[in-house]
T-cell receptor, first 114, second 116 residues
Framework: AQSVTQLDSHVSVSEGTPVLLRCNYS??????LFWYVQHPNKGLQLLLK??????LVKGINGFEAEFKKSETSFHLTKPSAHMSDAAEYFC????????????FGTGTRLKVLA | GAGVSQTPSNKVTEKGKYVELRCDPI?????LYWYRQSLGQGPEFLIY????????DSGLPNDRFFAVRPEGSVSTLKIQRTERGDSAVYLC??????????????FGPGTRLTVL
């Protein structure tokens, strides 16, 4: 069965320091993986996606993620946090069961301290 | 260009009432999805339309929930005999096409449903 686990429900970082949001997945085949961000009262926005091409994926706003099959991980990183990065982040894995579906993690709320 | 829009943004209703939630997808997007997001959880899949037909409704929790997309564009999620447990944010998403694991879904801001 496919599943996705976000290991931290809350992460706090100081502005200008690195961000690491962790995601592990379980899939019986080669999945596609996504990271979405959700700002308050805004729709979910795609940050980046992995679809079996390069394992290091670069996204918008300086975020990147590395697909590591041996570790079944797809952690999201950013070298230097900005106040505007404060939001909820969701890791998503796709799976096929008649049709392709998204499975969302439970989310990580990122807080950026001045 | 316009993104996915959802109306109303907030809906408060009483237990047992009927509600309709509307989604306007991005123009030209053939695939449309409904999700439900409960407090502190990630969105959960409800139903997927390809064109006018429901290609997958396996996520609908029970027969009180129904969705339509009669002209292949706007969709309405209908909930009969609402229960307090139906309280959640209902999200709509659309994509250029369905049937693939790689396509990006574009999400609306959601409708917050509160059942008293």
């Amino acid at each position: 069965a496919q599943s996705v686990t976000q290991l931290d429900s809350h992460v706090s970082v100081s502005e200008g320091t690195p961000v690491l949001l962790r995601c592990n997945y379980s899939s019986s085949y080669s999945p596609s993986l996504f990271w979405y961000v959700q700002h308050p009262n805004k729709g979910l926005q795609l940050l980046l996606k992995y679809t079996s091409a390069a394992t290091l994926v670069k996204g918008i706003n300086g975020f990147e993620a590395e697909f590591k099959k041996s570790e079944t991980s797809f952690h999201l990183t950013k070298p230097s946090a900005h106040m505007s990065d404060a939001a909820e982040y969701f890791c998503v894995v796709t799976y096929y069961s008649g049709t392709y579906k998204y499975i969302f993690g439970t989310g990580t709320r990122l807080k950026v301290l001045a | 260009g316009a993104g996915v829009s959802q109306t109303p943004s907030n809906k408060v209703t009483e237990k047992g009432k009927y509600v309709e939630l509307r989604c306007d997808p991005i123009s030209g997007h053939t695939a449309l999805y409904w999700y439900r997001q409960s407090l502190g959880q990630g969105p959960e899949f409800l139903i997927y339309f390809q064109g006018t037909g429901a290609a997958d409704d396996s996520g609908l929790p029970n027969d009180r929930f129904f969705a339509v997309r009669p002209e292949g564009s706007v969709s309405t999620l209908k909930i009969q005999r609402t229960e307090r447990g139906d309280s959640a944010v209902y999200l709509c998403a659309s994509s250029l096409r369905g049937g693939t694991s790689e396509v990006e879904q574009f999400f609306g801001p959601g409708t917050r449903l509160t059942v008293l």
